[in-house]
């Protein structure tokens, strides 16, 4: 099968489409046809080998963990999906570094998949799993309810399109930052107010609030815009004990946890249209495509989210 592969940790050059074997499927796995991957940082920091210690990958490694496609064949155990479903997933980071999803195929465990909803494409269901279960647990973690204040860092990326809609979903008076091109954008995401961070330290304008999703690292600033007993939760930075230890307001690093439940809720919004998905650009399975795919997302101002198309 086609893949884009990395020999060795390093730049965008190191990604190269090459013919891998198709994976093995285990019992409790499905192998889907991927019709669309998309891109998310995780991908660059692992490419320039930032998981290394995690992960004791053996080269070649296919990148990419965001799976749109069609199941192709099921594990013994698998029950719950057929071949021939449409499926999305965010799939295990798997040890061996073999079952990425820059890729014609990828073993997919089953309970990391939901049926992809009949109302949007391939494309589309590519552009929702990392970035938008992110959005749904790290909401959840700060157990959002209505009524109540948030910041949420980076409106218009990936986890920031979704982390809005979600919020706006709960109830909740929405403030997000981004530059001005993107104010309009991320208002018709359902922002309530848009801080252009450019001009503005959100510690200038911003208090009271009664929780903040960061996705940027400007911890210390959101701390200090939160109100006494509010809650903090970063998904791009590790935290100092300082930060973790800050009395009256809770701070803490939230992970991404894949699982097909929590796919499947967005999947429902998504089929009512409640959750809209926002493609930045969409590339092909080359090595020129995924190249330049890694480009655009290490411009850190892709609007939404950068998609690869590996079928049509
Ligand atoms: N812990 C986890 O489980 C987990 C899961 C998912 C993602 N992450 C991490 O979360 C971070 C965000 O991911 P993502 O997919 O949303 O990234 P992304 O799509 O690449 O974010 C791009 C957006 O960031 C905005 N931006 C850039 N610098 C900014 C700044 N200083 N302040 C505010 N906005 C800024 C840009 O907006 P403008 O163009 O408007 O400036 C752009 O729209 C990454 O570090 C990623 O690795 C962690």
Same mark, same amino acid.
């Given at each position: 099968m086609k893949a884009a592969v990395i020999n060795h940790y390093g730049g965008r050059e190191q990604l190269e489409v090459i013919d891998m074997p198709i994976p093995? /499927?285990?019992?409790?796995? @499905?192998?889907?046809?991927?019709?669309?991957t998309s891109i998310n940082p995780i991908d660059y920091k692992a490419r320039e080998g930032l998981l290394k210690r995690m992960f004791p990958w053996q080269f070649p490694v296919i990148l990419g963990w965001d799976i749109a496609g069609i199941v192709a064949s099921t594990g013994d155990d698998v029950t719950s999906f057929k071949v021939g479903?449409?499926?999305f997933a965010r799939p295990? /980071?798997?040890?061996?570094? @073999?079952n990425g999803s820059y890729a014609e195929y990828t073993a997919v465990k089953a309970d990391k998949l939901a049926l992809k909803p009949n109302n949007i494409s391939f494309v589309e269901a590519a552009a929702v799993p990392l970035a938008g279960l992110t959005a749904?647990?790290?909401?959840?973690?700060?157990?959002?309810?209505?009524?109540q204040k948030i910041l949420i860092q980076a409106g218009a990326g990936g986890v920031g399109i979704y982390a809005i809609q979600l919020a706006k979903m709960i109830g909740a008076y929405v403030v997000t930052t981004a530059s001005q091109n993107n104010h309009e954008f991320v208002k018709s995401l359902g922002a309530d107010s848009v801080i252009d961070y450019?001009?503005?330290n959100i510690q200038d304008v911003l208090s009271d609030f009664d929780t903040v999703l960061d996705t940027v690292g400007d911890v210390d600033n959101g701390i200090a815009i939160l109100k006494?007993?509010?809650h903090l939760v970063t998904i791009s930075n590790a935290l100092t004990d300082q930060q973790k230890n800050t009395s009256d307001k809770t701070v803490t690093e939230g992970w991404l946890n894949p699982n097909g439940q929590d796919l499947a809720i967005?999947?429902?919004?998504?089929a009512k249209g409640e959750l809209q998905i926002v493609v930045d650009s969409l590339y092909p399975l080359t090595t020129e495509g995924i190249q330049s795919a890694h480009e655009r997302s290490e411009t850190h101002h892709a609007r939404g989210k950068?998609?690869?198309?590996?079928?049509?």
């Open positions: 093995k /499927i285990k019992s409790d796995e @499905v192998l889907v046809e991927n019709m669309a479903d449409p499926v295990d /980071i798997d040890t061996k570094g @073999v749904l647990q790290m909401l959840r973690k700060l157990q959002l309810s209505s009524n450019h001009k503005n006494s007993g509010g967005l999947a429902s919004y998504i950068v998609v690869v198309q590996i079928k049509e």
